[in-house]
């Protein structure tokens, strides 16, 4: 069965720095996503991607918050100055039309990210 | 802020015996998913219900949608220690917004 793929499985990087997580999804979707999850809370939404432009933002996404998808497979979510609030599991998800038109969207296993 | 309520938060029962789970919200959605995941893994799909007072079965679990789309339930039917999990709900709102609210989720302990 067709899956969304993270890498990498776990990201340490010093605060401050630059950090890209990628994903690829399943090959026919259109609409992307990514959610985070602190450890012990709520997965929470960041941002959703279609067409090549952000479609939806939370409040999280500021401007330290970057999405791409440089070719026709990957999808990658960049900080660009890391702190270390910014620790936690960060999931990639990919729908085919969106939840407008009720499809669901599917997770990758996700990418931990610890900031020292 | 849209809130999406998960209860119970907490769950340990024994092998056979029944259980549910709800989801509840102020708000109407336009879809909803039901999801389980496991320690240091993503949200595994297991449903999506779309129309009011929609019911449907995956094997022993039956999910179920409200009339009015603000409320869902999950029925496992003589668990088993392999449901042991996570079991989240995710909401996408009526109003055209492509983003899931999730529920805290309710962690399920079957014991053999």
């Known amino acids: 069965e067709p899956e969304v793929t993270q890498t990498p499985s776990h990201q340490v990087t010093q605060m401050g720095q630059e950090v890209i997580l990628r994903c690829v999804p399943i090959?026919?979707?259109?609409?992307f996503y990514w959610y985070r999850q602190i450890l012990g809370q709520k997965v929470e939404f960041l941002v959703s991607?279609?067409?090549?432009?952000?479609?939806?933002k939370s409040e999280i996404f500021d401007d330290q918050f970057s999405v791409e998808r440089p070719d026709g497979s990957n999808f990658t979510l960049k900080i660009r100055s890391t702190k270390l609030e910014d620790s936690a599991m960060y999931f990639c998800?990919?729908?085919?039309?969106?939840?407008?038109?009720?499809?669901?969207?599917?997770f990758g296993d996700g990418t931990r990210l610890s900031i020292l | 802020t849209q809130l999406l309520e998960q209860s119970p938060q907490f769950l340990s029962i024994q092998e056979g015996e029944n259980l549910t789970v709800y989801c509840n919200s102020s708000?109407?959605?336009?879809?909803l998913q039901w999801y389980r995941q496991e320690p240091g893994e993503g949200p595994v799909l297991l449903v999506t219900?779309?129309?009011?007072?929609e019911v449907k079965k995956l094997k022993r679990l039956t999910f179920q949608f409200g009339d009015a789309r603000k409320d869902s339930s999950l029925h496992i039917t003589a668990a088993q220690p392999g449901d042991t999990g996570l079991y989240l709900c995710?909401?996408?709102?009526?109003?055209?917004?492509?983003?899931?609210?999730f529920g805290k989720g309710t962690k399920l302990t079957v014991n053999p």
């Open positions: 998800a990919s729908s085919g039309w969106g939840a407008r038109r009720n499809q669901p969207q599917h």
């Open positions: 090959s026919n979707h259109l609409y």
């Open positions: 991607f279609y067409n090549n432009e952000i479609s939806e």
């Open positions: 708000s109407v959605f336009s879809s």
């Open positions: 219900v779309v129309t009011g007072g």
């Open positions: 995710a909401g996408a709102y009526q109003g055209g917004s492509e983003k899931l609210v």
